[in-house]
């Protein structure tokens, strides 16, 4: 039985199971191994107790946005709409809402589509997909780092537990880059695949950096909300010097049938100005939390600034997306232009939405060029003219040394990296730095 791991319980590692299972067949063992406590990544969804009742708000991306000219996102969609997991929002066919911004980050027109999750949030959408691909996942679980052993297998270690050995290996985590948890924080013998161009090319991706901040806001204060959104916006587009864009959570989740819920939810996402001004500012920064909250709920939701802000905002949450959406992307070699893959054998590849665009469509289109040329190594082709040797293996780095974002863990950055190899030298001969 062939033992198959995904690393990351994004977008692009649920994809990817999906399509791995339809490729390899009912036989093969596909696990997911997630750092996080559920599925999500950038698609993570946060609940909480508010006035009595459990009040959910996505913290990333705000829909599942799709191209449904791309056959692999058409599939995936149709088997979450017909499974009632997530409905279209602002579409002809979508009940109710309207009133979706034009960001410059927000893929539209044409045959783009955006889809918000009915009963949980974007993130149900991902678990659905793992669910239907009988994967089995496995939570805080992170990895540590890989090295090729003897039998052509990798052994994959944990931070805590013990190792364990896969027949092949595909990363959905986050290219390198500053801050975030990415494959910079992976160690082990899987490094040495990567010579100069390589590492060149894995740093050139970039991202954009935003704060998403969750305001969970009292019951009395739902009309507040309504004069500000008008009768069918879910969305206001604000760029001022700190507000990027106010999601009108509550009102999206109920106007394509999803709960309705008595406290109104909305979702500030800061400006990338901003957000570069206040990088070190989480979830525990007090002064930052109460900036955000005061602007939107005085300036713009117009609530008095004689009530006390902890009496309006019941609850709140604040993820430092160092990472968040991809401002230049990298191509992989021509035969698999979405991913990357780096060994024959044992097979690794990364995908990602730093192949192509941060959408799901960007991670289903990724994740389908990776699992085809998985399936492909699985079955002795030679695709990535590289193979990793259990003598070429490092020994396993042996300390935590990072968090995903400021809202989900301990976070620090990482540094670029600096030329160890030569020019064009073999896969052997190890590039990358430690981090
Ligand atoms: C603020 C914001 C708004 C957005 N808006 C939209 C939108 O409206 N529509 C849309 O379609 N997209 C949107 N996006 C983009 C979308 O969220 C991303 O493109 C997508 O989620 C990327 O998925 P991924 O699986 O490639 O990466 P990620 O979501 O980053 O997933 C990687 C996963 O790997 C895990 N991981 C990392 N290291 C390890 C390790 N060592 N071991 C185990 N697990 C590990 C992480 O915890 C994470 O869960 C938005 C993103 C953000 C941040």
């Not at 019941?314 to 160092?322: A, E, F, H």
């Not at 979405?338 to 054998?345: E, G």
Request: proline letters at 5%; charged letters at 25%.
């Amino acid at each position: 039985m062939q033992r198959v791991l995904v690393v990351g319980g994004g977008c692009t590692g649920a994809c990817a199971a999906m399509l791995l299972r339809k490729k390899l067949g009912p036989d093969a063992s596909i696990e997911i191994w997630e750092k996080a406590r559920g599925f999500g990544g950038r698609m993570t969804t946060t609940r909480q107790d508010v006035a009595g009742e459990t009040v959910r708000a996505d913290v990333g991306a705000q829909y599942l946005s799709a191209d449904l000219s791309d056959p692999t996102s058409k599939e995936l969609i149709d088997m979450l709409l017909t499974r009632k997991v997530v409905a279209e929002v602002g579409g002809e066919k979508g009940p109710g809402a309207k009133g979706l911004c034009s960001t410059p980050e927000r893929q539209s027109g044409g045959s783009w589509h955006h889809f918000a999750g009915l009963e949980g949030g974007v993130n149900s959408a991902l678990k659905c997909l793992a669910d239907q691909a009988q994967a089995t996942a496995y939570f805080e679980k992170r990895v540590a780092s890989m090295d090729p052993v003897a039998g052509g297998k990798w052994r994959v270690r944990p931070f805590t537990g013990a190792p364990e050995t896969f027949d092949a290996v595909l990363f959905a985590v986050p290219g390198c880059g500053v801050g975030g948890d990415n494959i910079d924080k992976i160690h082990g013998g899987w490094e040495n695949l990567i010579d100069e161009e390589c590492n060149r090319q894995l740093r050139s991706p970039q991202h954009d950096h935003r704060h998403a901040v969750v305001l969970f806001l009292a019951p009395e204060h739902l009309q507040a909300c309504e004069a500000f959104f008008g009768p069918s916006n879910i969305e206001a587009q604000i760029d001022d010097d700190m507000v990027h864009l106010l999601a009108y959570q509550s009102r999206k989740t109920a106007c394509i049938g999803g709960p309705v819920s008595k406290s109104p939810v909305v979702v500030v996402h800061t400006t990338h100005e901003f957000s570069r001004r206040n990088q070190r500012a989480g979830g525990r920064d007090r002064p930052f939390l109460e900036a955000v909250a005061g602007r939107v709920v005085h300036e713009y939701l117009k609530i008095p600034k004689g009530v006390r802000l902890d009496n309006i905002v019941l609850g709140s949450k604040v993820i430092t997306w160092k990472q968040c959406q991809i401002t230049r992307s990298m191509k992989g070699p021509a035969a698999f232009p979405l991913c990357k893959p780096l060994s024959d054998d044992p097979p690794l590849v990364l995908a990602g939405d730093y192949f192509t665009n941060s959408s799901f469509t960007g991670c289903a289109m990724s994740a389908a060029n990776a699992v085809s040329a998985l399936s492909s190594m699985l079955k002795g082709e030679k695709i990535a003219n590289a193979v990793a040797t259990a003598s070429s293996a490092k020994r396993p780095a042996d300390s935590d040394d990072g968090g995903y974002g400021k809202g989900q863990g301990k976070g620090k950055d990482s540094k670029g990296g600096k030329g160890k190899g030569k020019k064009g030298g073999k896969a052997e001969q190890g590039y990358r730095e430690r981090y």
